[in-house]
Every structure is written in structure tokens, then in C-alpha cells.
């Protein structure tokens, strides 16, 4: 008897445990998770390029918009806007514009002696696919994006982004991510390959990157309501090169971190 009645109370204590992780994950509100209207100022620490040793600070937006038809949105990975139309429930497919942050010498302390070109600012052109489910009380998304730059010899990339809530408590959320990014190879050339013109430059050994895999991310998302109208949002990535990019000699270290804070307004 002492057993059966420890067995039920076990199976309570589960099905309690079960309904209250339902019910606090299920209202998940976080920047990346969500659809709630949101702008404001953010920072950021990311490196100088994806193979920096340098890390430098910025100002960025924090913003989110999906209307009918049109979208913008920063909480991605990636500042785009653009028509995205739903295919089905939860399963949207869009256009985008998106801006390309290209590299910059006066950024990096290894560019400048080396003398290696800047890359300009620009943006993109492309197509994407956004899923949005739970698994029980779990909400995921699944986002693909092909983007090719305007600029034909910065080549094209495609990226594929998962993230998950997995936390939320009072005015405090948390979630997951990984993603995946691959280039031709002229977008892998233009940013880690070396001409023998520019080694003649430079001195640095020349290099010809093809396409491929070029980056694996993770990372933690997080949101604290401040009040009803105000949140604060963050995010932590850490971030390794792959194939060609990552035996290029433009790479000082294969892995770095991004770091964003910011509030936001809901609308």
C-alpha cells in the first residue's frame, strides 16, 4: 500500500511538473519567438569580420514589424524587410531586401597592416521560408534565407536558423539557437580569398576559397519585460568559420562572439 501510494504521488508530482513547465513556456514572449510589434535602440559587440581577432561596439536597431504583407525585422540575425504571403498555418514565404555590413580595414588592426581592401556596405536580394510550430509546449521556428548581394561579385549565401523557447517565468523569457551558413564561391572568395595581385600587396600567401559551408552558430536569446509597453532583449552568439573560409589567412582565430542588448517598444 505504502508503495502504490508513493507510485500515485510520483505520477501527481509528474503530471504537476508537466502542466506547470506548459504553462510557462507556452507564453513564451521573446524577440526571436514572437510576433508582437517592437523598436528601439540596441548595441552590439561583434567582431571586426567573421576571422577578426578584433571586436568592436555599434549602435543597431531592435525591430520587428509583420503587417498583411509587408515585414522588417532585426531579431534574426539579420536586418531585412520585405512581402512574405502564409502558405499555410504557421509556414510563411517571403522576399527580402537586407543590408550587408561588408568589412572594413579601419576596423581591424590585421587588415590595415596587411592593406587588405575594404568591402563595401550594400545589401541583398532573396527568398525565404519561415516556419513557426511547438512540440508540445515548446514554440520553434525554422527560418531558411537565400540572399544574393547586389553586388554580383560578393557572390551568394544561404542560411538556416532554428530557434526554441525554452524558458519563461514572470517578465523573464529565454530561448535557443543554431544556425548554419553557406556561400559560393564568389561570396567565399570575396571575403577570405587572396588574388596574387593582393598578395603582392599585402605579402600574404594567395588563397582561393570555394563554396561550401562557411559558419556553424549557437546562441541564447533572453527578453525581460519592463512593463506592459517596454522590453529589454539580448543575445549571446558564439560563432566558428568552416570549410575553405576557415584555412583562409585572412582568419585570425576561427571562432568569435557577438553580443546584442537593447529595449524595445511593443506596438
Do not use: F, K, T, W
Given at each position: 500500500m505504502h508503495q502504490a501510494s508513493n507510485a500515485r504521488s510520483s505520477r501527481a508530482a509528474a503530471r504537476i511538473a508537466l502542466a506547470a513547465c506548459a504553462a510557462?513556456?507556452?507564453?513564451?514572449?521573446?524577440?526571436?519567438?514572437?510576433?508582437?510589434?517592437?523598436?528601439?535602440?540596441?548595441?552590439?559587440?561583434?567582431?571586426?569580420?567573421d576571422g577578426s581577432d578584433s571586436q568592436r561596439t555599434e549602435l543597431v536597431p531592435v525591430l520587428r514589424y509583420f503587417g498583411p504583407l509587408l515585414f522588417a525585422r532585426s531579431t534574426q540575425g539579420v536586418l531585412e524587410g520585405g512581402l512574405r504571403v502564409a502558405l499555410a498555418p504557421g509556414l510563411h514565404a517571403g522576399a527580402q531586401l537586407a543590408y550587408e555590413g561588408g568589412r572594413r580595414a579601419s576596423e581591424s588592426d590585421f587588415l590595415a597592416e596587411y592593406r587588405i581592401a575594404d568591402i563595401q556596405r550594400g545589401a541583398s536580394l532573396g527568398l525565404q521560408l519561415e516556419w513557426d510550430q511547438s512540440i508540445g509546449p515548446m514554440p520553434f521556428t525554422l527560418l531558411v534565407r537565400a540572399r544574393q548581394n547586389t553586388d554580383a561579385d560578393l557572390g551568394a549565401q544561404v542560411d538556416m536558423r532554428l530557434s526554441a523557447g525554452v524558458f519563461k517565468r514572470g517578465p523573464v523569457s529565454a530561448g535557443v539557437y543554431v544556425q548554419g551558413l553557406w556561400a559560393n564561391a564568389k561570396s567565399a572568395n570575396a571575403y577570405y580569398g587572396i588574388t596574387p595581385q593582393q598578395s603582392a600587396i599585402s605579402g600574404l600567401p594567395s588563397f582561393s576559397a570555394g563554396n561550401g559551408w562557411l559558419a556553424a552558430s549557437a546562441g541564447l536569446l533572453g527578453s525581460v519585460d519592463i512593463n506592459p509597453q517596454w522590453v529589454a532583449v539580448g543575445s549571446l552568439e558564439a560563432r566558428r568559420l568552416r570549410g575553405d573560409a576557415a584555412n583562409s589567412p585572412l582568419v585570425e582565430r576561427r571562432s568569435s562572439h557577438t553580443l546584442n542588448a537593447g529595449v524595445a517598444y511593443r506596438f
Open positions: 510557462l513556456m507556452s507564453s513564451a514572449v521573446l524577440a526571436e519567438l514572437s510576433n508582437d510589434g517592437l523598436i528601439g535602440p540596441g548595441l552590439r559587440s561583434r567582431p571586426a569580420y
